[in-house]
């Protein structure tokens, strides 16, 4: 598939809510947060509001083309026991369905690797399902496998 030549990665604005909301939901819908295990309305609310909030550590890039928002990537800086700089989690990155395989989720990984760069950070990581085979081969080329495996346990 051609890459998108018009496509630019941007920080997230408030007159984007209206599509950025419906890439949101289809991120959350992708990982299983839909219908009756969506997320609260109110965390929806939290985390855009966050993006705009200095004292937050919490920001987000669009890929947009001709006014089109096509892509979304939500990344967080944190403390670090092994860095002195603050490490950039890449926790939410999603591509709309006709634009995937076409540039647009690795411009917002370099876009965060650029945000990163910009903080000082020493390194950007994240994380993904074992299953999400399409997407980890794009990863595979940009990144490294760390060989790490999550747990977690909900409180």
């Known amino acids: 598939m051609a890459a998108l030549t018009g496509l630019s990665?941007?920080?997230?604005?408030?007159r984007?809510?209206?599509?950025?909301?419906?890439?949101?939901?289809?991120?959350?819908?992708?990982?299983?947060?839909s219908g009756a295990t969506a997320l609260a309305p109110a965390i929806t609310a939290t985390t855009w509001t966050r993006f705009f909030d200095d004292s937050?550590?919490?920001?987000?890039?669009?890929?947009?083309e001709n006014g089109v928002i096509l892509g979304l990537a939500h990344y967080l800086f944190h403390r670090?026991?092994?860095a002195i700089g603050l490490n950039c989690y890449l926790q939410d990155l999603f591509t709309h369905a006709p634009a995937r395989g076409k540039g647009v989720?690795?411009?917002?990984?370099?876009?965060?690797?650029?945000q990163a760069k910009l903080a000082g950070s020493p390194r950007v990581y994240w994380q993904t399902k074992a299953t999400?085979?399409?997407?980890?081969r794009l990863y595979d080329t940009i990144a490294e496998n760390s060989g790490f495996v999550v747990y977690r346990k909900l409180l």
Do not use: C, K, M
């Not at 890439?23 to 819908?29: R, V």
């Not at 937050?56 to 947009?64: F, K, R, S, W």
């Open 9 to 14: 990665i941007r920080l997230v604005e408030r």
């Open 16 to 33: 984007d809510y209206d599509q950025w909301l419906p890439l949101w939901d289809g991120y959350n819908a992708f990982y299983g947060r």
């Open 80 to 82: 670090s026991t092994t």
């Open 132 to 136: 999400n085979a399409t997407a980890r």
């Open 105 to 114: 989720g690795s411009a917002l990984i370099n876009g965060v690797y650029e």
């Open 56 to 64: 937050e550590p919490v920001h987000g890039l669009i890929a947009e």
